[in-house]
């Protein structure tokens, strides 16, 4: 069986969690991670399983806006690093052409800040409404997975990546 992570990324960390999650799904999967503006209709027919991950940008999806606002923000801070794809198109634009899933596996999680959820959003359950709407069936609860105020993942939050993608195969 083949599982698949589609990740959105600026600073490198919701990708971190990816491989993490990917780790935890294998060996019981094969599994497959890649940046969402590499990611075809193709590879998604392939997947038994989609795992689908972003970063929480104004309590939702990254847009085109919050994008270029995460590069000025790197731009002026030497501790933060853009992945290579960070300034393409992003998750919100690649629900827009997703092939219906009928009945196809789906996970979502998101990178947020490290406080309550009424006061920071969810990425997550953005990703997991455009599963749904695609017809592809939810697996697990939308997840976050924390970042502190300077965007570095929490400690523990790759272990507690690879343990979700545990229980999703379970
Ligand atoms: C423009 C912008 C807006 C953000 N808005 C939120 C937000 O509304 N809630 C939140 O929890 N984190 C917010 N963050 C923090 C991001 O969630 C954090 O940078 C992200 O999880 C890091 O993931 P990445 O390294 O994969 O880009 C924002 C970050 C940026 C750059």
Redesign the pocket.
């Known amino acids: 069986m083949k599982a698949l992570i589609v990740y959105e990324?600026?600073?490198?960390?919701?990708?971190a969690v990816a491989e993490a999650v990917a780790e935890g799904l294998s060996p019981a999967y094969e599994t497959e991670v890649k940046p969402v503006t590499e990611t075809t209709a193709d590879d998604v027919g392939r997947a038994d399983l989609l795992v689908v991950g972003a970063?929480?940008?104004?309590?939702g999806l990254p847009r085109p806006a919050?994008r270029k606002?995460?590069a000025e923000?790197a731009a002026s801070d030497d501790a933060l690093a853009l992945e290579p794809t960070a300034q393409q198109t992003g998750l919100r634009e690649w629900f827009e052409h997703l092939d219906r899933g009928a009945g196809k596996r789906a996970a979502a999680f998101d990178?947020?800040?490290s406080?309550p959820p009424l006061f920071?959003?969810r990425a997550s359950v953005s990703i997991a409404k455009h599963l749904r709407k695609s017809a592809f069936e939810a697996v697990g609860e939308p997840t976050s997975f924390l970042?502190d105020k300077q965007?570095h993942l929490l400690d523990g939050e790759l272990e507690r990546a690879q343990a979700w993608g545990r229980q999703l195969v379970a």
């Open positions: 990324s600026m600073y490198g960390n919701t990708r970063p929480t940008h104004v309590h919050t606002s995460a923000t990178t947020r800040l406080a920071t959003g970042v965007n």
